[in-house]
DNA sequence: CGATCAGTTGGGAACGTGCACACACAGCAA
DNA sequence: TTGCTGTGTGTGCACGTTCCCAACTGATCG
């Protein structure tokens, strides 16, 4: 009568029925698992051969109740969650580390906290030590949570270097300015000197390096630095369609517009387009990031290419060794021109 | 000596510290924090503000080993990784699932398996307990994980009917046919004579619900079914430029596509522009979804709105409920034809 | 020959929680 | 008084694992 109906889910295996099918004790299977070592050849055997036949998996929560570790990263985005789906960056960034993160066997939590209320809910899930870390695809200055989660000591690494934050908080981040000064050379090779620029948020350690590469290369080339050019966006398609048109009526001789994301670019190139404007024969338009956008756009946009797979890989790196005890760390990595058909 | 250096992470408290706090029994808090029931407003009060003064969390793991839940779900993707990141509907998805399980304080974990042996470990991982239940969001016939996970009895609900499976799985889906049928009939309101168009995968219950929509419209409208009109894609942008240029090379008088998703249609748009067809004047394009791609696309395209928001809330709704211990359910929800510049 | 040591094994304790149970107490009916 | 019901409270046990310590082997060393 109390036995479990057939088809039914029956009592998953424990070490001790893996054990006692070995004809060995709790200890020795343990060890098998998490190892070996100190084990004889012949109880390992026995122990493997034991596993495969009653199907035993480990039961993760029990583990975890006496490490005090969950074998899982968060990936984990305080922006709100239209920006997440609308740019593809942060996609190309997840799927890196669901890759990187896999060849660990570590599975990847993505949380989205885009309101207060959620970015309450996810601190305590996480302080609660429900993930062993936390990879946090945000940084704005200012960002509550990324504060919180320092001063609980969690395990953290950014991607792109935090602003308004102590300095012992890892990151990895592209070498935005120098990316900046690459495209903004191009474009003056090309024969343009009215560029424009579309930044980035400028409280965003991207916004403002793009920007400040930007300015760099202007005053090397004996430009002066004209402030009609220059109009802030938050990275949204929305706002670089708006910045290109107060580009367009601030300064309407502009030759060339450096916008310091795909998605933004993309906007950009709408308002060109309304505005009667050729691409790339009037305008020549050079995105930033390299993300799908990019080819996605008519026409293809000339970019910067950040090393997503590299970035990706990095954070968890970084992650990982902290996690196992190291301190915080720093990774700055290059980035590349891709030329295409905006310019 | 044993002290926990300041700043490092201390001893977290437990609901024995929060008992002692409030000077009750490890019951009354337990009872306080699951509800509240057979509890005196006193000690009521008491626990709280012990649990308030303690800053007591709950300790996941030791409460799913011993409920055997795991209080989490997860979002199970099977397809290729790039099919996740490239169509826009998966975001929208995924979006909705999380919010909607956020109202019930459960978190998402999201799982790619876009290989074999992922898809090994994930099934492991899912089987082993951790996960409470299953949002499926890729149902090709034949999809080993859906049916290992429907032996293991693992609640489980996919979006989109799943073709191969036995019959004892819930499922959400919009109506495929009906949209495809308001398309198509959209479409033929036009004066359009020659409609092609451009498939799902035939091994998804989508394609093959909007393909027998189309043909059957055509069928009422007293027009003969035209193979040469008819290509099949898989969702993806490149198999529908790819399907347009066969569509365009078979049948060069076609008037008309219906695209069964605005990603493939984008690339239709893409085939058109390049053999200089102009949209909609010579040939009007009808996508599917209403996802983000439909207004990124130029022209907008008019398309099926799919209720995404309506869709993930009801797929929630409804594995919540079946770990509930109800029975499996199907739900259909009907669709919205939503007009823009491609008609 | 006793002592030490590295390798190997078993079993007790603990991790923090929920649950079943025992129990206390008040109110009320028999 | 005795019994009974409903509400409120404390305690032992179990969940499945890892960690730690003790014990047992041989082998080597002084």
Redesign the pocket.
């Known amino acids: 009568m109390t036995m479990n109906a057939a088809g039914g889910r029956r009592?998953?295996p424990?070490?001790?029925d893996v054990a006692r099918e070995a004809?060995?004790?709790?200890?020795?299977?343990?060890?098998v698992?998490?190892g070996g070592h100190?084990?004889?050849?012949?109880?390992q055997e026995a122990v493997n051969a034991a596993i495969r036949r009653t199907g035993?998996v480990?039961?993760r929560h029990?583990?975890s109740?006496?490490?005090g570790r969950s074998d899982s990263i968060g990936f984990l985005l305080t922006e709100p969650q239209e920006r997440f789906f609308e740019d593809p960056n942060f996609n190309v960034l997840l799927r890196g580390c669901t890759q990187a993160l896999a060849a660990h066997d570590i599975p990847l939590l993505l949380m989205l906290a885009g309101t207060e209320d959620e970015r309450r809910r996810i601190t305590r899930y996480i302080t609660a030590g429900h993930v062993d870390g936390v990879l946090l695809v945000s940084s704005h200055s200012g960002d509550p949570v990324a504060e919180r989660l320092r001063e609980a000591g969690v395990p953290l690494v950014a991607c792109g270097k935090p602003i308004g934050l102590a300095s012992k908080v890892s990151y990895v981040a592209a070498d935005d300015r120098d990316g900046a000064r690459d495209m903004v050379r191009h474009l003056l090779s090309l024969g343009r000197r009215r560029v424009g620029t579309v930044t980035g948020p400028l409280d965003t350690p991207g916004g403002v390096e793009r920007l400040a590469g930007y300015g760099e290369v202007l005053a090397e080339a004996g430009l002066e630095f004209d402030e009609r050019l220059v109009v802030s966006g938050d990275y949204s398609r929305a706002s670089g369609e708006a910045g290109a048109e107060h580009l367009l009526a601030r300064a309407p001789d502009v030759d060339a517009v450096f916008v310091a994301s795909d998605l933004m670019a993309q906007g950009v190139l709408t308002a060109l387009h309304r505005a009667g404007r050729r691409v790339p024969e009037d305008v020549a338009v050079g995105g930033f990031d390299d993300s799908p956008a990019a080819v996605a756009a008519r026409p293809e946009l000339t970019t910067i290419r950040q090393p997503w797979d590299r970035i990706s890989s990095e954070m968890v790196r970084v992650l990982l060794a902290q996690i196992g005890g190291e301190d915080p760390a720093a990774v700055i990595l290059p980035t590349e021109l891709v030329k295409r058909e905006s310019t």
């Open positions: 009592r998953p424990t070490i001790h004809g060995v004790s709790r200890g020795t299977v343990s060890r698992l998490n100190y084990v004889s050849p012949a109880a035993y480990v039961n029990a583990r109740l006496i490490t």
